[in-house]
Nanobody
Framework: QLQLVQSGGGLVQPGGSLRLSCAAS????????IAWFRQAPGKEREGIVC????????YYKEPANGRFTISRDNAKNTVYLQMNNLKPEDTAVYHC???????????????????????WGQGAQVTVSS
């Protein structure tokens, strides 16, 4: 069974950087795309960026575009989320998730639809505050 183990997160000042990691254990066929979601206090969970494990293509939504970078290390079965120039509004619990739904490969914008995911990491708190 696919398991996702997250690391990283913590408290950072505005303008600072953090890197989150998401290590997957399981069979290669268990997933082809990993996404990062976040849920801020009092708000719904939102998808912010995803990456194809197969070909490395990425898809960003506006909160992450330009400041966040997703990358993968297939040898380590790990996906990273590098977050730069963090702002207080980035404060949230961040989750990674993995999917093997075939249609996500062909309509890649679906990769930020949380209903496409059954495997989730445990979550990491990111707090941006001075």
């Amino acid at each position: 069974q696919l398991q996702l183990v997250q690391s990283g997160g913590g408290l950072v000042q505005p303008g600072g950087s953090l890197r989150l990691s998401c290590a997957a254990s399981g069979f290669a066929n268990d997933f082809h795309t990993i996404a990062w979601f976040r849920q801020a206090p009092g708000k719904e969970r939102e998808g912010i960026v995803c990456i194809s494990i197969v070909d490395g293509k990425t898809y960003y939504k506006e909160p992450a575009n330009g400041r966040f970078t997703i990358s993968r290390d297939n040898a380590k079965n790990t996906v990273y989320l590098q977050m730069n120039n963090l702002k207080p509004e980035d404060t949230a619990v961040y989750h990674c998730a993995a999917t093997n739904h075939a249609h996500v490969k062909y309509v890649f914008s679906l990769c930020l639809d949380q209903t496409e995911y059954k495997s989730w990491g445990q979550g990491a708190q990111v707090t941006v505050s001075s």
